[in-house]
Nanobody, 121 residues
Framework: VQLQASGGGSVQAGGSLRLSCVAS????????VGWFRQAPGKEREFVAA????????YYAESVKGRFTISRDNAKNTVYLQMNSLKPEDTAVYYC???????????????WGRGTLVTVSS
């Protein structure tokens, strides 16, 4: 199983980015996906998660209303649309896959390499 996250970059505050997480080696209808992030000097934190069907999603309070997680199972891809970005959103963003949706990182079995998001004020 491999997860590949992409779409990071540098934007100004108020801007938008869309992250993608492409999974291979795992059937699209068998896993939930979570996005986590880790800022310099801070612990990894939960951002958002979606069930395998895309019918249910969780968000961290800090991103609710600004970020949207979605998935296209035909492409084995999960997206994180990030709008109204703030400097405090600056972090390396990781996607992870697991049989069930969770806000807890240790419950995910598979992790991709991160993609860096930098938001300047």
């Amino acid at each position: 199983v491999q997860l590949q996250a992409s779409g990071g970059g540098s934007v100004q505050a108020g801007g938008s980015l869309r992250l993608s997480c492409v999974a291979s080696g795992i059937p699209s209808d068998s896993y939930a996906v979570g996005w986590f992030r880790q800022a310099p000097g801070k612990e990894r934190e939960f951002v958002a998660a979606v069930t395998w069907s895309g019918s249910k999603a969780y968000y961290a309070e800090s991103v609710k209303g600004r970020f949207t997680i979605s998935r296209d199972n035909a492409k084995n891809t999960v997206y994180l649309q990030m709008n109204s970005l703030k400097p405090e959103d600056t972090a390396v963003y990781y996607c992870a896959a697991n049989g069930g949706m969770s806000r807890i990182g240790s419950r995910y079995d598979y992790w991709g390499r991160g993609t860096l998001v930098t938001v300047s004020s």
